[in-house]
């Protein structure tokens, strides 16, 4: 995920072609690597960062009182690029994948069956809190890590209030995305079932709790921003 998230943000933010490709080549080594249900967390955070990137875009597209077409043009070739260099290099494992899903033991599980592996927010909120030095390691010596951490994740919480910094701003929306999703329906609005009937594939995926693969990225990502403030 880091890598195919920074090549895709480097594409982005330089226009350039060249990283797209070098970011859907990344991603499709998810298959490769048999890690199948990785890359659906992988692709919503792509679809995030494309969705945030296109506000951004279309917001300065409207501001601007010359408007050049070629911009938001050239977003959009840049994503098309991207799912068709992924699609094609992927397709070699891919296809049969989905040919042969419906004879799977796990081709569709039950959303309701799913939802009662859901772990509840205090575990999540032990990880977070003791996320470089696990509790059962931490000493009075160490316990000084984990308290840094908290503190430059706050940091960047109010500078991303402050300064409305887009990048602050995606990846807490990313890391928001993440929490909810590992709730599930222990919350009213249900974000895991949403991705369980309109992203394809995703409802093979039997653990909310492998939202963390996303809360693990975007919190280390967030508390990393907090040294840039």
Avoid: C, Q
């Avoid at 919503?44 to 951004?56: K, Q």
Wanted: net charge positive; aromatic share 22%.
């Amino acid at each position: 995920m880091p890598l195919t998230i920074g090549l895709l943000w480097l594409s982005f933010t330089k226009r350039s072609y060249i990283y797209i490709a070098l970011g859907a080549l990344a991603m499709s080594f998810l298959f490769f690597g048999n890690s199948y249900y990785v890359f659906h967390y992988n692709a919503i955070a792509i679809l995030w960062i494309e969705l945030a990137f296109l506000v951004r875009e279309l917001w300065l597209f409207f501001k601007k009182k010359k408007k050049d077409h070629r911009v938001i043009l050239k977003y959009i070739m840049l994503n098309i690029v991207f799912w068709a260099v992924f699609i094609g290099i992927s397709a070699v494992k891919l296809l049969p994948l989905l040919e042969f899903r419906s004879i799977s033991s796990r081709s569709i599980l039950s959303l309701s069956l799913i939802e009662k592996n859901v772990l509840p927010f205090s575990f999540l909120y032990n990880i977070l809190r003791d996320f470089i030095i696990p509790a059962e390691h931490i000493t009075s010596f160490t316990k000084w890590a984990n308290d840094l951490v908290i503190f430059f994740v706050i940091l960047s919480f109010i500078y991303f209030l402050v300064k409305k910094s887009f990048k602050y701003g995606v990846f807490l929306g990313l890391l928001i995305i993440g929490i909810w999703g590992y709730l599930a329906d222990l919350i009213p609005v249900d974000l895991y079932s949403f991705f369980y009937n309109f992203l394809p594939g995703f409802n093979s995926n039997n653990y909310p709790y492998r939202f963390m693969i996303i809360i693990h990225f975007a919190f280390l990502v967030f508390f990393a921003l907090g040294f840039n403030v």
